[in-house]
């Protein structure tokens, strides 16, 4: 049975930094493609960034730059480092096995001063 426990989600300021953390299990998760998605209020869920088992990264939008991904296999761990969080980063960050129906139960972020 995959499961994936998403963590890390807090009310921060403008500006301010957030780590969210996503544990897998259930899966050969070192082999895996990992993605963090985000839903905002009232919105569709995008892609956010994505690594692949071998450690490349993509981002997409406006978060080139602020966000970084990169995980831990060790741990069967994938991290979002936030920085520089703006009010339009508010929403409830999920994670998933890229190009699968498998995902967390989400972790709200909001920014707000």
């Known amino acids: 049975q995959v499961q994936l426990v998403e963590s890390g989600g807090d009310l921060v300021q403008p500006g301010g930094s957030l780590r969210l953390s996503c544990a897998a299990s259930?899966?050969?998760?070192?082999?895996?493609?990992m993605a963090w998605y985000r839903q905002a209020p009232g919105k569709q869920r995008d892609l956010v960034a994505q690594?692949?088992?071998?450690?490349?990264?993509n981002y997409v939008g406006s978060v080139k730059g602020r966000f970084t991904i990169f995980r831990d296999n060790a741990k069967n761990t994938v991290y979002l480092q936030m920085n520089s969080l703006r009010p339009e980063d508010t929403a409830v960050y999920y994670c998933?096995?890229?190009?699968?129906?498998?995902w967390g139960q989400g972790t709200e972020v909001t920014v707000s001063s």
């Open positions: 259930g899966i050969i998760f070192s082999g895996r493609t």
């Open positions: 690594i692949t088992a071998g450690g490349s990264t």
């Open positions: 998933n096995v890229f190009a699968t129906t498998y």
